[in-house]
């Protein structure tokens, strides 16, 4: 299964709605309220690196990492536009999350977008917890969102098309799940179809996203087994308690 190969071209397009900076600021405040003097973080799964732009303007010292090394070529570009005072903060890596290992002790690790939830075996959940504890300081955080699973199982994942263009591109992106219940797992099969608008050339793509659902209990678990322990859980953004339309939870252990 390829995840995040020729997918990642048109990730930035997919995803320009994308409130990053409203999540940035949810992060921070959510990171600040348990450590309060917290400036280094590490990101697990950094993408093309816009949730740690935003960190780093509020004077966050960020480490990334990614596996796509597409993703981490924009991210990047992106840092090259920034001011001295802001670039400097931004340190970008290429690595699994199970395995990366960036020689920093960090105050908190962030793992956002499901990250944890493209994490499909229990081998997978439990090295990327390790990943995140070897970075800890000792009352650090860890921070990360997942498909909740009663959420899941009650409003079930359902075909959807969304279509969007740019100056460059007009993209057709058709999401397909399939469920598989006996394993936790949904499979989002990607077909997108993209026109170059000035050539008028079309390509298509076609990808398989695994994606694990969580429950509250086996996170636990996993925390406990990693040195950490679960200190709040929360629909994502509102705080809310989680519940059976709660797609988004996060979650917050601390070392």
Sequence with gaps: MSVFGNYARYYDLLYRDKPYKEEADYIHKLIVSRVPDAHVLVELGCGTGIHAEHLAYAGMEVHGADL??????????????????????????????????????ADAVISLFHVMSYQSENADLQAMFATAREHLRPGGVFIFDVWYGPAVLTDRPEVRVKELEDDELKITRIAQPVLHPDRNLVDVNYRIIACEKGTGNYSETAETHR?????????????????????????????????????????VCRA
């Design 68 to 105: 796509s090394e597409w993703m981490l070529e924009r991210a990047a570009d992106r840092r090259k536009t920034l001011p001295d005072n802001v670039a400097k903060l931004l340190h970008f890596s290429h690595g699994d999350v199970r395995d990366v290992r960036l020689g920093v002790r």
């Design 211 to 251: 994606m694990r659902y969580l429950f509250t209990p086996e996170i636990e678990s996993l925390a406990t087994q990693a040195g950490l322990a679960v200190i709040d859980a929360h629909e994502w953004m509102s705080g809310r308690k989680p519940g059976f339309e709660t797609w988004g939870v996060c979650f």
